[in-house]
């Protein structure tokens, strides 16, 4: 089976654009990847938005490493949220699947190759809706590959089959948690905010695509591959983009091995469950104690689902 397309989204951070390509061409497998690049326009009142875009746009024309270039110009500023709505149903709708980057996220030499592999061997599994390869850094030691339900947005990849289920309406997602009283569930008994951050969206406080993502694959029940070590790591979190915050303890050393896809039981796994809930009531705990922790988590929610 040919390598999936890899769709990247960038904007208007060259240096961040160039540490994920690069590291991205250090894959092996991207000798024999197809790239996407879409490039969002700039934004009414940045008077320095065109010429630092132009400069990701040079660059991406120039990416080499890969088995084709594509660079898709958008000649307006749609946003990350409807960029990537909007980027992810045409290669689907194209390509029947896609690996999905955005431009602060630096792969592991492993992270194609786990990618294709999941890709492939779930392919005609329904209970799989996309595969993600972030984890966080949790003390608690976990599988070699593991799923959990619902989905995630820190180098991702899906079928078409996969992103049908996305529900733009908000509303009609909350709606659908509070009836049948997951809430709790959706918010991992309580170690994350996320009916708060699928409200704020519905308010307009927030343009995620990603809560609406995490969302209608936790109310179709479907679930999404981790690998026990983590393939990503965001390299935004430097107060470059927009609602960006720093968040030290959601650093990862990257996997130096390739990770076996096909170890995983297909089911929520209550080990990944218990290791994320920990994690994210604060089991690391920095030297500014548990309320720099929350503020810290709270920082890179918004950087996760920023505009």
């Not at 990770?259 to 290791?275: C, F, H, K, L, W």
Request: hydrophobic content about 40%.
């Amino acid at each position: 089976m040919p390598c999936a397309p890899i769709a990247l989204f960038t904007y208007n951070r060259l240096e961040h654009t160039a540490a994920t390509l690069a590291a991205l061409a250090h894959n092996p497998l991207a000798a024999e990847s197809p790239l996407w690049a879409f490039s969002d326009g700039p934004r009414p009142g940045r008077p320095d938005d065109p010429e630092k875009i132009a400069a990701v746009r040079n660059l991406l024309h120039s990416a080499q490493g890969f088995r084709e270039v594509h660079v898709v110009e958008r000649p307006e500023n749609l946003g990350l949220s409807r960029s990537i709505i909007a980027g992810v149903g045409e290669m689907v709708g194209r390509h029947g699947r896609v690996i999905v980057l955005e431009d602060d996220i630096v792969t592991s030499p492993h992270f194609l190759r786990y990618m294709n592999d999941a890709l492939e061997c779930y392919e005609g599994d329904d209970r799989v809706i996309s595969i993600h390869g972030y984890v966080y850094p949790t003390r608690t030691p976990l599988p070699e590959a593991f799923f959990l339900r619902g989905a995630d947005c820190w180098g991702w990849a899906t079928w078409k089959r996969g992103w049908d289920l996305f529900e733009p309406d908000g509303r009609k997602l909350l709606g659908e948690l509070k009836a049948r009283g997951l809430e709790s569930a959706f918010d991992m008994n309580g170690a994350r905010a996320y009916v708060k951050m699928l409200e704020d969206q519905i308010a307009g406080r927030c343009d995620s695509w990603a809560i609406r993502w995490d969302a209608a694959a936790f109310l179709a029940d479907k679930l999404t591959l981790y690998p026990g070590v983590s393939l990503v790591r965001n390299i935004g979190l430097d107060h470059s983009g927009t609602h960006c915050g720093t968040a030290e303890h959601l650093a990862v050393t990257l996997a130096d091995r390739p990770v076996d896809v096909r170890a995983a039981d297909v089911t929520d796994s209550p080990i990944g469950r218990q290791a994320f809930e920990l994690f994210l009531r604060g089991e690391r705990q920095p030297p500014h104690g548990r309320r720099g922790i929350w503020r810290a988590w709270r920082n890179w929610v918004r950087s996760a689902f920023r505009p």
